[in-house]
């Protein structure tokens, strides 16, 4: 049955029943004590059950109060937190950035110098795994991988991409030139599924799509098969750097080859207007592509 409590009461309840005071919980809540008598006695009766043991000079939970209190404690509390993360008062100073899961892991250890630079500056990364997610409006920086030569105006080129080969410790013993990749099981990147054509193509090696038995939604599970020697797999070059540099124990098993798309700064005409610290984030980001 839906009671439609008040989430004032609710309040109310949780702070008398944290103080065993109707005077505290009165001063924290700016209310007077009688109107937290009042929304005590509202809620006891929206319930049909008493919360108090109202004494002369004391105050006690009734065992069915005590048994209401930490779900009313925890609900407020989630409450809360929705609530400051979702309108946080200084959400101005918070930029939204999407990108692929596999690049904002290869940002994060980079990430310490900007916010060395920026410290007051939040950053909210989101995933580009499921596209609708997100409005576009509510995007600050939009980074997105797409071939090369685009025409399209709202699209700042950020890198050239490579891509190479990557093995586990033990798999790799058996790799000595590209050949011996088709040997592999072949971990496949849903939505990359040319890569490994492409990357084989480029040694005149033709892909066994009867070795393609893994399949993964993004570069860094990719990775982690590779690690555990379950397969071998293509990824972006930054990205496999990356993983090495992190400890993950693959090992790059082929040489690079140029890939036909790059990283871009994705912009739109519904994309809002742009935060104080949208420019310096975006030029932190130019100078770390540049540097790679």
């Known amino acids: 049955m839906n009671r439609n409590i008040n989430l004032n009461w609710l309040r109310t309840f949780e702070a ?88 904002i892991v290869w940002l994060a250890p980079k990430l310490h110098d900007f916010k060395a630079q920026y410290p007051d500056v939040g950053i909210k990364f989101v995933t580009s795994i499921w596209p609708d997610g997100l409005e576009m409006e509510d995007v600050d920086i939009d980074i997105v991988l797409a071939a090369n030569n685009q025409p399209h105006s709202k699209l700042e080129k950020l890198s050239a991409e490579r891509l190479v080969s990557i093995s586990g410790l033990q798999v790799a013993k058996g790799i000595h030139s590209e050949a011996d990749l088709l040997q592999c099981q072949l971990v496949q990147i849903t939505g990359f599924e040319d890569h490994w054509d492409h990357y084989l193509s480029h040694f005149n090696l033709r892909q066994d799509t009867s070795a393609v038995n893994l399949q993964v939604d993004t570069s860094v599970a990719a990775c982690e098969l590779v690690a555990c020697n379950l397969g071998c797999a293509v990824v972006l070059e930054r990205f496999a750097l990356g993983a090495i540099e992190s400890g993950r124990e693959v090992l790059l098993s082929g040489q690079a080859v140029p890939l036909n798309q790059s990283h871009y700064f994705s912009a739109s005409e519904t994309m809002k207007v742009s935060k104080p610290y949208t420019d310096a984030f975006k030029a932190w980001l130019r100078d770390i592509f540049r540097e790679e």
């Open 16 to 103: 008398t029943a944290r103080y065993l005071s109707f005077t505290a919980a009165s001063k924290e809540l700016g209310l007077t004590q009688t109107a937290v008598s009042i929304q005590i006695k509202s809620l006891e009766t929206k319930l049909g059950q008493k919360l108090f043991i109202r004494g002369p000079k004391s105050l006690d939970l009734t065992e069915v109060g005590k048994a209401y209190l930490p779900a009313v404690r925890e609900s407020l509390r989630s409450l809360s937190v929705s609530t400051d993360g979702l309108f946080n008062p200084n959400q101005a100073n918070t930029l939204v950035v999407r990108a692929s899961v596999a690049l």
